[in-house]
């Protein structure tokens, strides 16, 4: 399995930006794909996941719903988040991540599976600043 995560920068309060992740290794289009955050001092916390066979289901974490979206394109095994309005409190390292042996489904419980190491491949993480 890999993870390729890119997009990150620079920007001002209510800029946006989008984040990609080219996956490999394993079967993109019946997977779950999840984007997590990390800031300084701060634990790993999820922000946005999605299933990406029929079922498309998709789960974001609260601070981020209507503004971040999450999207997938099969045909590049790329997953997306578009985020728009952002805030100083969205500067983070942004990680991409899936298991395939853990597929699970989107939702809180999956992000915590994660976050706490149980499960999980992870890319090197985009730096994401947001700067009045």
């Known amino acids: 399995v890999q993870l390729v995560e890119s997009g990150g920068g620079s920007v001002q309060i209510g800029g946006s930006l989008t984040l990609s992740c080219v996956a490999s290794?394993?079967?993109?289009?019946?997977?779950?794909i999840g984007w997590f955050r990390q800031a300084p001092g701060k634990e790993r916390e999820g922000v946005a996941c999605?299933?990406?066979?029929?079922?498309?289901?998709?789960y974001y974490h609260n601070s981020v719903k209507g503004r971040f979206t999450i999207s997938s394109d099969s045909a590049k095994n790329t997953v997306y988040l578009r985020m728009n309005n952002l805030e100083p409190e969205d500067t983070a390292v942004y990680f991409c991540?899936?298991?395939?042996?853990?597929?699970?489904?989107?939702?809180?419980?999956?992000?915590?599976?994660?976050?706490?190491?149980?499960?999980?491949?992870w890319g090197q993480g985009t730096q994401v600043s947001v700067s009045s």
């Open positions: 999605l299933n990406t066979n029929e079922d498309g289901h998709i």
């Open positions: 290794g394993f079967t993109f289009d019946d997977s779950v």
């Open positions: 991540a899936t298991d395939p042996l853990y597929p699970g489904y989107p939702g809180p419980m999956w992000f915590d599976t994660f976050a706490a190491g149980v499960a999980g491949h």
